[in-house]
C-alpha cells in the first residue's frame, strides 16, 4: 500500500482462500479515521480444456483422405491448448497431426481396411482432457479379373489379372469347379472359389495342366497376364470353371498377408 496516494495492492495465493478484514487508517496529523473493509479472496478455478468438433466415429473407404479438424475451447483463455495424439501406434499407414492446430490428416492404404479407435488429448497447462473416436476404414477392391476365349480341348484362354491398389504385388491366381460357399478367411473375407481339387492343382502344379504365369507379381500399373492352354483332352460339355486371384504380402501372415480379393470369372466347356 502507497501511504501517501492510498493505493492498495495485493497478490493473493491459494493460501490467502478465505475472508480478510483489513482495517484503514486515515489521519492528517492531528485527527485521524479508520475503516474496516472485508475482502474474500475466492478459490482460482481452472477448467480443463474442452475437445470439440470430435464425432464418436468417422468411416473412410481405403485410399480416400480423412480430415479431423478439432476446435477445443480453454475456460482458462490465457493458457495455449496444445494436442497429443496415440494414432502412431494404433494406426497401420502414416498420418500428419498439427499438434498446435489439432488438425487430423490420414489417407488409409488399400490395405488398411478394419476399425481404429484411437485417443486425442488436449493439454493446458498442468490440466488435460482426453477423448476417443473410432475409425471405420472401409475395404475397396480394386482386383478385377477379365477373360477372353472358350474352353474345349486346346484351345487358349487369356485371364487378364489387374489390381490397380497394389501395384509390383504379388499375386496368385487359381481355379476351381464351383464359387459357393468359396474359401473364408478368419477376418471374414472369402475367396471365391472352392477348395477342391483343381484349385488345388492350379495353385501348386499350374504349368502342368497348362497354365502359365499364374504366380507372379503385377507390373507397375498393376496388370499381368495369365494364359491357359487347355489340355488336348475331351471336356464335359456345360462344365463351370471359375476364376479368381488375390494380391499377396509373403512376408505377413494369413489372413493379414491377402491383401485383395478378385471378382470371379466364369467359362463354360464347350
Do not use: C, K
Not at 21 to 36: A, E, K, L, P, R
Request: hydrophobic content about 40%.
Amino acid at each position: 500500500m502507497n501511504n501517501i496516494t492510498g493505493n492498495f495492492l495485493w497478490q493473493t495465493n491459494t493460501s490467502n482462500v478465505g475472508n480478510h478484514s483489513i482495517v484503514f487508517n486515515v489521519s492528517n496529523g492531528f485527527n485521524s479515521t479508520s475503516v474496516t473493509v472485508n475482502v474474500t479472496v475466492l478459490p482460482l478455478i481452472i477448467n480443463p480444456p474442452i475437445i470439440g468438433n470430435l464425432s464418436s466415429s468417422y468411416t473412410v473407404n481405403e485410399n480416400q483422405t480423412l480430415v479431423i479438424q478439432l476446435n477445443s475451447t480453454n475456460p482458462s483463455n490465457n493458457l495455449t491448448v496444445v494436442y497429443v495424439t496415440n494414432a502412431g501406434s494404433i494406426l497401420p499407414s502414416n498420418f500428419t497431426f498439427n499438434n498446435l492446430t489439432g488438425t487430423f490428416v490420414w489417407r488409409p492404404t488399400f490395405s488398411d481396411s478394419g476399425n481404429y479407435t484411437i485417443i486425442f488429448t488436449a493439454t493446458a497447462g498442468n490440466l488435460t482432457t482426453s477423448r476417443n473416436t473410432t475409425i471405420f476404414v472401409m475395404n475397396v477392391n480394386t482386383a478385377n479379373l477379365t477373360v477372353s476365349g472358350n474352353v474345349s480341348a486346346g484351345s487358349t484362354v487369356v485371364l487378364n489379372v489387374s489390381d490397380a491398389g497394389f501395384p509390383n504385388t504379388s499375386y496368385i491366381l487359381a481355379m476351381a469347379l464351383g464359387n459357393s460357399p468359396g474359401i473364408p478367411l478368419s477376418d471374414g473375407r472369402v475367396i471365391p472359389l472352392n477348395g477342391d481339387g483343381v484349385f488345388f492343382l492350379s495353385v501348386f502344379s499350374g504349368p502342368l495342366i497348362g497354365l502359365n504365369n499364374a504366380q507372379g507379381v503385377l507390373d507397375a500399373d498393376g496388370r499381368a497376364t495369365v494364359v491357359w492352354n487347355v489340355p488336348p483332352i475331351t471336356l464335359p460339355p456345360g462344365l463351370q470353371i471359375y476364376f479368381a486371384f488375390v494380391t499377396i504380402n509373403p512376408s505377413l501372415p494369413v489372413p493379414q498377408a491377402i491383401l485383395s480379393i478378385s471378382n470371379n470369372a466364369v467359362l463354360v466347356t464347350q
